[in-house]
């Protein structure tokens, strides 16, 4: 027999192509990429609710304006922002008077004038059910 020599087979080194800084930075990929999509979407809801908001508050805004000038005018207790003569005064509340009763007597007449309809709509419907009921009457008596 021959003296056989076994030689090993090299065992191929595996060369690292990364460095650890790189595989730390592939392990949280995607952690970072979804925080980032999850703050782009906070932003997008946030103005969303801020272009629903906006008018609204532009609203209240300008009622505490009006509140404020409505305040204003009554500290200066009954003067007007304009001056008029006492008589031109009286006058007016002398017209807005009449405009107030001529108002009244308008609306009391046109619910009397709405009430009388609804009356008469309320007999029309009255009588011609009445007939209505006599005529099935009749006809009852024609088959029975």
Do not use: C
């Not at 650890?20 to 952690?31: D, K, L, N």
């Not at 009449?98 to 029309?124: G, P």
């Amino acid at each position: 027999m021959a003296d056989v020599t076994v030689t090993p087979t090299p065992v191929p080194t595996v060369v690292q192509s990364t460095s650890p800084y790189w595989q730390w930075f592939e392990s949280i990929f995607w952690i970072i990429i979804l925080v980032i999509i999850l703050i782009i979407v906070y932003y997008i809801i946030k103005e969303i609710r801020l272009w629903s908001n906006t008018p609204k508050l532009a609203n209240i805004e300008l009622e505490k304006e009006k509140i404020n000038l409505m305040k204003a005018e009554m500290a200066q207790r009954g003067l007007p922002f304009f001056r008029v003569a006492p008589e031109k005064l009286e006058e007016i509340r002398k017209l807005d008077e009449e405009n107030t009763s001529l108002e009244t007597d308008i609306f009391a007449k046109h619910n009397v004038v709405d009430k009388r309809i609804q009356r008469l709509e309320d007999k029309v419907k009255i009588s011609k059910l009445y007939r209505l009921v006599e005529r099935i009457k009749d006809e009852e008596k024609k088959i029975g």
